[in-house]
């Protein structure tokens, strides 16, 4: 069930990287043909790369956590029993689930802030991009409670197969 739900969020998650991606390689295509071919350049690309790129940056932050390349302190960790390695597993995925909780908070308030127009795409909201913040935190947030369950499944001795 959790690696169904895991498959899931990650599928979704893949799926946005791969059209944020691809509209940037349009985009800044685009805009070489443009400016070198035609001598005119799109104004906006900049802009709007600049913050898609940011946009990646936050939602790759569930990528982490879902591939476990997070940082750690393996080189403690590893050399503990199993019973303290679960005593880390909780007191790191609880810390870091409140940090995600406080970030989601606080990104949200910001995007709430950034209501304003681009300056070079007048009917664009910057919060549009910014948004992605808080959406990259509650992804990285499902990670982490996957995590913690299956931690009290170790602790119980019921781990998924």
């Known amino acids: 069930m959790l690696q169904k ?3 899931i969020v ?3 998650q893949r799926i946005f990287f791969i059209l944020v991606m691809a509209f940037m390689l349009v985009v800044l295509s685009a805009h070489v043909v443009m400016r070198f071919v035609f001598n005119s350049p799109i ?3 900049d802009e709007v790369i600049t913050m898609l790129q940011g946009t990646l940056a936050f939602a790759g932050i569930g990528y982490c956590f879902h591939k476990n390349q997070h940082t750690e302190l393996s080189i403690v960790y590893d050399r503990v029993p199993k019973p ?8 790191t995925n609880g810390v870091m689930l409140f940090c995600c909780g406080y970030m989601i908070k606080y990104s949200w308030a910001f995007t709430l802030q950034k209501n304003i127009k681009m300056n070079t795409i007048p ?3 910057q919060s549009w991009i910014y948004c992605f ?3 990259g935190f509650v992804v990285a947030s499902c990670y982490i409670i996957l995590r913690l ?3 009290f499944q170790r602790m119980m ?3 998924e197969g």
């Not at 390695?85 to 007191?91: E, K, M, R, T, Y």
């Open 5 to 7: 739900l895991e498959r």
């Open 10 to 12: 990650y599928q979704v």
């Open 43 to 45: 104004i906006w690309t």
């Open 84 to 91: 303290v390695q679960i005593l880390f597993d909780l007191i």
């Open 123 to 125: 009917w664009m909201k």
């Open 133 to 135: 913040i808080t959406v």
């Open 149 to 151: 369950v299956r931690v």
């Open 157 to 159: 001795g019921k781990e």
